[in-house]
């Protein structure tokens, strides 16, 4: 038996907070994390920038030589809006003697209300969580006293997804250093958030001055 993470988002792109919690729960004791991009993420329809293609392509350079990482395009290659109880149905049908925990972010954590199905999650998978600190949910909350739910509160890398492509339609550099190389050299290559508008935007507007 295996203990496999499973860390699914829409990876917008994936940077390197999403790598130390995937090494985070490595060093933890799981024996992989299985990072899964979502086609379309249920509480993001229309917000996600990069086609399904590029995405893929996004993950699998920013893990690239992490031994114990590896891309799952289940959802990818399923398309539709991604619903992470039909992905983990799938899984556990594919890898029966897996034992699978789910990795996500506080803020994700505390959503968990809304997900579809989620009342059959606590007999599919562990919960892993991620945060600066331990918020108590809501009233609407489906766990709120929850066993077993495995915590990393002192986890704190303020980096989003949404940040980066913000810096980098607004011509700023400060992205470069959120994501990996190989990421870095991928956005530039295709144009990615607009890079290249913004990088000509820059241009422009030093030759003006």
């Not at 907070?17 to 004791?29: K, P, S």
């Not at 539709?80 to 109880?85: E, K, Q, W």
């Not at 607009?194 to 990088?199: D, Q, T, V």
Request: proline fraction near 8%; charged fraction near 20%.
């Amino acid at each position: 038996m295996s203990r496999i993470g499973v860390f699914g988002s829409s990876f917008d792109p994936p940077h390197l907070a999403h790598l130390a919690m995937a090494r985070t729960a490595l060093g933890w004791g799981l024996d992989a994390v299985w990072w899964m991009p979502a086609a379309i993420p249920p509480h993001k329809q229309g917000q996600v920038t990069a086609g399904s293609d590029e995405r893929r392509a996004l993950v699998a350079l920013a893990i690239a030589g992490e031994s114990q990482m590896r891309l799952e395009p289940l959802e990818l290659e399923r398309g539709g809006v991604s619903y992470t109880c039909d992905s983990l149905q799938v899984l556990r049908e594919r890898w029966p003697t897996h034992e699978w925990f789910l990795m996500m972010g506080e803020d994700t954590w505390l959503t968990l209300g809304t997900w579809k199905a989620i009342e059959e999650f606590p007999q599919w998978v562990q919960f892993m969580v991620f945060g600066r600190e331990e918020t108590e949910p809501g009233p609407t909350h489906p766990f709120p006293h929850l066993p077993g739910v495995i915590r990393f509160p002192a986890f704190d890398m303020p980096i989003s997804s949404r940040q980066i492509r913000e810096q980098i339609a607004g011509g700023s550099d400060r992205w470069r250093a959120q994501v990996t190389p190989q990421v870095v050299e991928y956005i530039e290559q295709h144009g990615l958030y607009g890079i290249r508008k913004a990088a000509l935007q820059t241009v422009t507007e030093s030759e003006e001055n």
